[in-house]
């Protein structure tokens, strides 16, 4: 007798995501899925009655509880801080053992790397930059013994992947990169010094015309690159070597043949520990 528990399910939906790919708008309906469920999830909490109402409603409950634990967790709060400075001259007894309490606000460490983002969001050089399609940045590739398939594309734009990259077999390869393409350092502009320097790329933090974009590692005029910046000698107020900062690109690297850009200087440093 088969028992469907203990049966092997296999991972057949990632093995088929592999050879396959995914659809070019997967994130899109996913990201739109996400949104109606509340929607879903509203209409079914009306619908339901009986146990089954009682139990959905318990489960919804709990979601909303953790939510809301998960919302306060991240607010700003009141708290006390023991103030360090002690009054000049003799204290009497009765305060002693008192210490001054001064009240603050106190913010999580997420919540003030969001802030900061947020403020620096607007401070580059180019702050708008023109919607490209996706027939202007993939070519189709068509495959197969009557070369009908047409799933794999071939990214036209400039790209960088890491020191460490291996190609997926091309059997199984959905976006082509191709080597002509890649780049690994960048002209880049100290907006200070007025000086140019010709430094590694470390990795592509957002490229501003799709998170998908940034994920293949494309770079195009407006993407935040982020380049390697210890032969320059910066530092940090604490006295430890700037290993990184983030530039923005100003060119067309596909048409130029190679990627200039401007540093940000306001930007987060990575430093040495």
Request: charged share 35%; aromatic share 8%.
């Amino acid at each position: 007798v088969f028992q469907s528990e203990e049966m092997p399910q296999n991972d057949y939906m990632d093995l088929f995501q592999k050879r396959q790919g995914k659809r070019f708008d997967h994130e899109e309906k996913v990201r739109k899925k996400e949104a109606r469920k509340v929607h879903e999830d509203a209409k079914k909490a009306k619908n339901l009655h009986g146990i089954k109402a009682k139990l959905y409603n318990k489960q919804r409950y709990k979601e909303k509880a953790s939510m809301k634990k998960m919302l306060k967790a991240h607010e700003e709060k009141d708290a006390t801080v023991k103030g360090a400075d002690q009054p000049e001259g003799a204290l009497p007894g009765y305060l002693l053992e008192r210490q001054e309490v001064n009240r603050t606000k106190i913010l999580s460490n997420m919540i003030k790397q969001k802030r900061k983002e947020k403020g620096g969001k607007w401070e580059v050089p180019i702050n708008k930059v023109k919607g490209m399609s996706e027939e202007e940045m993939f070519k189709v590739i068509k495959t197969g013994k009557r070369k009908r398939k047409e799933w794999k594309r071939m990214i036209t734009k400039a790209t960088f992947v890491g020191q460490n990259f291996t190609r997926k077999p091309p059997k199984y390869e959905r976006f082509i990169r191709p080597s002509g393409m890649r780049f690994k350092k960048a002209h880049v502009t100290h907006p200070e010094l007025k000086t140019t320097f010709f430094l590694e790329i470390l990795g592509v933090k957002r490229n501003p015309q799709s998170n998908m974009y940034t994920s293949l590692g494309v770079m195009t005029k407006g993407t935040i690159i982020e380049v390697n910046v210890s032969e320059l000698g910066l530092v940090t107020q604490s006295g430890k070597v700037v290993w990184g900062k983030y530039a923005q690109i100003t060119n067309n690297p596909e048409n130029d043949g190679c990627i200039n850009a401007v540093l940000l200087v306001q930007s987060v440093d990575f430093a040495y520990e």
